[in-house]
């Protein structure tokens, strides 16, 4: 009973992701608007009931795939060269570009899509959040070395966060105006440190 | 025959401005993805032929709702209560933050579809450019005063654009991760300004 029913378990996880597998193809291929049922179920060569099967709704299988993206995501923020705070923070910065370029579809459903999906899964909460939280760990490295200023490193987080996704949303949009969107990228990343190493009552 | 083909070319101008306010009353009411050439003619009251008479294409139609959505956006950004440079600067951040909260479809839809156009008109260009002006102004204004860093008044004004997009792309999509967006905003602000008020030199 026991083998049988992890054997079952196995089988629908590997069922699941097979239509994930589908969908991030779709997505790849064509973009956030052609993910549909019918298109990822082609894809996998399944009728569409299977895909309403295993995830409910195309909402469900939307919230799967932005699972993985935010997994690839966080994994890619973690993969910092650096050591020292500050140059990790500058790195993490580097690197949410490089992911953004390299997977410019995924971005764009991540952060422009996801928020009109109806509901979240927890563990679409749990994923993001933990991406997120490679910044604010970032920071708060950088404030404990003394790199930057005191204060929420949530709040500092969200203002690195806004900053390099208006960038790298201008930037994937072919919306930049400046000629070389890397060297602009990089002057952002210096205006914000720069603006970080500044405490607010300086200016008071 | 001058009266007459004045009193032509006004209809013609009255017809194509009726296109574009049944664009915008689309827009506004259901999103860019309901921006249809149907959906506008319907609108409007005419046949879908007699927007393509006009424009050429949809293309044509989203061109001409662009220019109105630049000119507005560079009105909100010139109506500035402020005289001097640095506060001038970060007023123009604020009616930023204004102008995409009181028209999120619009924003959306110049910020994110429009880089989707095949080919924009020398109209539009001009009306965006004339947009990233009033930025570009304020970016001078505060340099010749001694309140920002010196260097191409284009790139600091990209930087800002970069960041205050990125808030308000979070912000309109519902994704920003601190409880009081307003006051996130305002940190950022505050944060550029301080990263602008740092020669680079210093930490060189």
Chains 1, 2 share one sequence.
């Not at 928020?115 to 979240?120: I, K, Q, R, V, Y």
């Not at 949303?169 to 205006?191: C, I, K, M």
Request: net charge negative; charged share 20%; proline share 5%.
């Amino acid at each position: 009973m026991n083998g049988r029913s992890e054997s079952t378990r196995t089988r629908s996880r590997d069922v699941e992701g097979a239509l994930v597998d589908a969908a991030e193809a779709v997505l790849v291929r064509e973009g956030a608007a052609a993910l549909t049922v019918r298109a990822v179920a082609t894809e996998a060569g399944v009728a569409p009931m299977g895909v309403y099967n295993r995830f409910g709704s195309k909402d469900g299988l939307l919230d799967a795939l932005l699972v993985r993206g935010f997994r690839r995501f966080e994994a890619t923020l973690r993969s910092n060269p650096e050591v020292l705070p500050l140059p990790r923070l500058r790195a993490c910065g580097q690197q949410y570009r490089t992911f953004a370029l390299a997977n410019p579809r995924f971005y764009e459903l991540m952060f422009q899509y996801a928020g009109s999906l109806d509901a979240h899964s927890q563990e679409l909460d749990a994923a993001g959040g933990a991406a997120f939280g490679v910044l604010v760990e970032n920071v708060v490295a950088a404030q404990a070395a003394g790199g930057i200023r005191p204060g929420d490193p949530a709040e500092l987080a969200q203002l690195i966060w806004s900053a390099v996704h208006g960038a790298m949303s201008l930037e994937l949009a072919g919306r930049t105006l400046t000629p070389d969107p890397e060297a602009s990228y990089e002057n952002l990343l210096e205006l914000i440190v720069e603006g970080l190493q500044t405490r607010p009552a300086e200016h008071g």
